[in-house]
Each structure stands twice: as C-alpha cells, then as structure tokens.
C-alpha cells in the first residue's frame, strides 16, 4: 500500500463521528467525499476574515481567485484560461449543451453517449437534441459493462458525429473508458469530445492534453471539496468560439442596445459574483491531493476495488456487475435482499454505503435490474473496512436464508 490510510484518516475528523454507535465506516466516496480538515479551515478563514462586499475592488480577492484556478488547471494539464468555474459538474455539462450545442448542432446531426452514463451527461442532450432537431445514439455495453467501439465506430461512419460525450469511470459500473482512443476516432471523423470526469478527476491523474478532449467536466465534492463548485475545462480555441451560456454585464466588455461585446473566456461563462471561497477551498483539496500524489491515490483505489472484488466474489448470491479492471466501485446485488436494505441494514452497523439507481436509471433498464447496492473507496479507505463490509454481509445472507 502506497499510503497509509489510517494515517491520512486523522486529517478527516468527520471519519472520526460514529454511525449508529459504531466506528464509521465510509464506503459511498462516489457519491461525495469528506473533506480534510485543512480544506475546511480555508473555507472557514474566508467566511471569518473577508467579508468581501466589494470583491471586485479587492485585489487580493482577484488574485486568488486567479491562483485556484491556475491550481486546478495545472491538476489536469490544463491552463488557467481553460478553467471555467460552474456550481457543479451538471451545471458545466449544460453549459456545453447550451452554448457549444445549440451554435454547432443541426437537424439530422448525432450527439453520441454512451450506454452507462449518469443523468447528468444525458439528460442535457435529451433536451438539446429535441431544440435543434439532433439525435442521440449510444455506444453499447459489452457483457463485462465495458464499451463497445465497434458501436462507436458504426456511428462515426455515418459522418452525422458532432459530439461524442462520454463518462471516464462509471459511476455504477466501475468501467474506465478508454478515453484517448475514443477521442483519436471522434476527432478523426470531425466530431468533439466531452469527458465527464466526476469521478476520474478525484482518483487517477487525469492530463487533458495527453486525452485531447476538447471538454471535461468534473466537481469538487467528490474531490475532498466542497460542494456548490463544479469546473468545466474547455480547449481555449474551443471556448473562444463559443458565445456566453447565461448573459450577464459581468460576461461583457461592452454592452449596447442590439449587441454586446463578450470577454473572453473563462469570464465569459461565469455570470455570477465569482466563487471565491470555494474556488480556494477546491484548491487546496487540490494541493491535498497532489501532496498525497494521484500516482499513490489511483494506486490505492486499484488495491481497495482488486481486494473488494476479490472478498465479495466469495459470497454466495452476491453478483458484482462491471469489468474486472476498473476505477474504485462495486455495485452489486445480493439475491433475496433488496439494495435498499442491504444499504440501510450495512447502516446499523456503521457501514455506509448506497443503494438505488445511482443516478443512472437507464443503465439500471438497460442490464435489467430494479436497483444496485453500491460501494466506493477513497484515499481514507482501508482493506480491513472491507473486511467488516464482506463479514457483514455474509451474515445478512446467512440470516436471510435462515428465514427461507
Ligand atoms: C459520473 C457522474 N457524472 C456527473 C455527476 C454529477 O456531478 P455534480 O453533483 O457535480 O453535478 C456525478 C455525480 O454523482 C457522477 O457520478
């Protein structure tokens, strides 16, 4: 093991509150993460110190606001310019749909997602499709929940791609897609590429240069973060075509009756009194993260999942869905029991963990399975917490069959 997870816990003192009496044991990092406590003293020396009424006079405001995002883009290879601040990954995945999508869609062009995607990276396009008369197509799931290409490949030909918008690692399934390639065929038959990185971000290094995607969009909460802050990243040559996505005074150098002349990108996707707190809190989660290094924490979730794997394989009724390789989650099912009481029944016993559809219903249809119980492993996350889940859950089995 690259880190030493009970170490690195004493930076979390909300690991530290017992669930249900019992020593928590936090397995739903996919869902959101908690933050180490020196995240949280960033954000709460802002609140306390600045009161920053008028924050666009304050030039140390502006300053630091320029350094966190000089931060979070240097985490993903990206420049500063390249990194838009949004509310959360939703929010940057719209602003894809409304700004890029309605100026460069058409009537009978195809957005492509894939089967396994989160409603975030769909729903979006359902509503782009249906205003500019585009269609979606999917790339399908081979049997082990990992992508077919062929599929995306039969797409490509029709020459109708403008888009091909993809999650990284599935948030059900665990799959990591095979994003570089995916974005070689896309770019080679015309089309742009968006990664929904929420939960790659967090847990491999992700450089956006070496995937040449042209969007990616991911979000702080899952990141050790806090929540209410979200990034697009965007090429510069991409995001400088594109018009503002809500407009504002802030989004504009100049305003007239009939037009007005936009700043330039990142300013001019961000409508709003900038996120200063947050932006600095997601900072310094990034600086958490690189002291800890990405090599270590992807290291320590492919341990974490391999080990899981490994230990839920052995309970009798329990069937694990997604590729042996994977990013760190495992849905599953437990024969005769349902997700949400597998969840809530891990919950007396201080095992978090999450049942329902993830936010994936679709997926959920499309492997014909009512709901899933889902664990995710993070950097505080260690093998004997594991140990506890698989024990627990082989009790419940033998309970549930001794009332057969
Ligand atoms: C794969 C994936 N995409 C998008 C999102 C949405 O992220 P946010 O909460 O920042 O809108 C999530 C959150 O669970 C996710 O797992």
Redesign the pocket.
């Known amino acids: 093991m690259l880190i030493d997870a009970a170490a690195l816990r004493q930076d979390f003192p909300a690991l530290r509150q017992p669930v249900a009496d019992r020593r928590r044991i936090y397995l739903d990092s996919?869902?959101t993460s908690y933050m180490p406590s020196i995240v949280q003293e960033v954000l709460d020396n802002y609140h306390r110190q600045s009161r920053r009424a008028f924050y666009r006079l304050d030039p140390a405001h502006s300053h630091s606001l320029q350094v966190a995002r000089g931060t979070v883009g240097s985490f993903i290879g990206a420049s500063a310019e390249e990194v838009v601040f949004m509310r959360?990954?939703?929010?940057a995945?719209n602003l894809v749909a409304g700004a890029w999508g309605r100026v460069n869609l058409r009537r009978g062009d195809l957005i492509v997602v894939s089967r396994l995607?989160?409603h975030?990276?769909l729903t979006p396009w359902q509503l782009l499709t249906r205003e500019v008369g585009a269609e979606l197509a999917f790339i399908e799931l081979l049997p082990d929940g990992s992508l077919d290409l062929c599929s995306l490949d039969r797409h490509l030909a029709t020459g109708r791609v403008k888009l091909v918008a993809t999650?990284h690692?599935?948030?059900v399934l665990g799959t990591l897609t095979p994003v570089a390639e995916i974005t070689r065929r896309a770019h080679a038959m015309g089309s742009v590429v968006l990664l929904?990185a929420?939960?790659s971000v967090p847990h491999v290094p992700v450089d956006v240069r070496a995937l040449d995607v042209d969007f990616v969009?991911?979000?702080a909460?899952?990141m050790l973060g806090p929540t209410g802050i979200?990034v697009l990243y965007g090429k510069r040559s991409v995001l400088e075509m594109m018009p503002p996505f809500l407009a504002s005074g802030s989004v504009a150098d100049q305003v007239g009756y009939r037009e007005s002349i936009w700043k330039k990108p990142p300013a001019r996707f961000e409508p709003w009194a900038p996120p200063s707190a947050d932006a600095e809190a997601l900072a310094a989660a990034v600086r958490y993260l690189q002291g800890v290094g990405m090599e270590a924490v992807a290291e320590h979730g492919r341990t974490l999942v391999r080990y899981a794997l490994h230990e839920l394989a052995q309970i009798d009724g329990l069937t694990i869905y997604g590729p042996r390789e994977r990013g760190p989650i495992v849905a599953f099912t437990l024969e005769g029991i349902s997700s949400s009481k597998v969840a809530a029944l891990l919950g007396r016993q201080g095992i978090v963990i999450r049942a329902g559809l993830?936010?994936a219903q679709p997926l959920h249809q499309y492997l014909s399975l009512a709901a899933t119980a889902r664990v995710s492993f993070y950097l505080y996350n260690a093998e004997h917490e594991i140990d506890t889940l698989a024990d627990a859950l082989v009790t419940l089995v033998a309970k549930a069959a001794g009332r057969k």
């Open positions: 996919a869902y959360n990954g939703t929010e995945i995607e989160h975030s990276n999650a690692i599935s948030n929904d929420a939960q969009a991911f979000t909460h899952k979200g993830h936010n």
